[in-house]
């Protein structure tokens, strides 16, 4: 996998158009400086949570004694479930934040960036790609740094794109993750039996 197509993939797993929504219900009763303040130091411990499951991924999985088609398998089915979210969202959305709350790390760092699914992704590549550590950490930035970009600007993409179109977005988004998802599925069962 190229650094490229693995940026895609995990940019379309942190989906920050889909979660534009959210993070204004969450800041919005900040202060505007002190906004972007929570939203850099949330966005900078998520891109450490991501680079240490990245790193640390091998190690973790044989810890585990987990072997790469089990995960494979497993994060295609946990991206396919995401995706299915993206495309048929539920109503309502639980932050676990008390009103008037600034978020610390959770919900926004993890697991609005750093999700459980972004995770896996990041443990699948490194245990697939150990030789490729470099490539991939600059895919992990790449992703990251275009989540950052949205996120920091979520007022202007709120603007253009509206309500209607965030969805709209998010459910194109969902679409391409099921077919990331699903070939991620078929490599694992093809990897297990081949």
Do not use: C
């Not at 505007?32 to 949330?42: A, D, F, H, T």
């Not at 977005?169 to 694992?188: A, H, W, Y």
Request: proline fraction near 5%; avoid cysteine; charged fraction near 15%.
């Amino acid at each position: 996998m190229d650094i490229l197509s693995a940026a895609t993939m995990l940019f379309l797993i942190m989906d920050p158009l889909g979660n534009l929504p959210i993070v204004l219900s969450i800041l919005k009763h900040l202060d505007p400086k002190r906004r972007r303040k929570v939203l850099i130091r949330e966005l900078f411990f998520a891109l450490g949570i991501l680079m240490l499951f990245l790193f640390a991924g091998k190690s973790i999985m044989n810890f585990l004694h987990v072997q790469p088609e089990t995960l494979s398998i497993s994060g295609g089915i946990i991206l396919f479930i995401i995706a299915i979210k993206m495309i048929f969202p539920s109503a309502g959305s639980i932050t676990g934040l008390a009103a008037g709350e600034e978020p610390f790390i959770v919900p926004m760092a993890i697991p609005m960036i750093a999700g459980p699914s972004v995770l896996a992704a990041l443990l699948l590549l490194s245990s697939q790609h150990p030789d490729k550590l470099v490539e991939l950490s600059g895919a992990v930035l790449l992703a990251w740094g275009m989540t950052f970009i949205i996120l920091m600007f979520y007022n202007f993409f709120h603007r253009i794109l509206g309500e209607r179109g965030l969805k709209a977005v998010e459910r194109l988004m969902g679409l391409l993750l099921i077919m990331i998802s699903t070939q991620m599925f078929l490599d694992g069962v093809k990897s297990y039996i081949g």
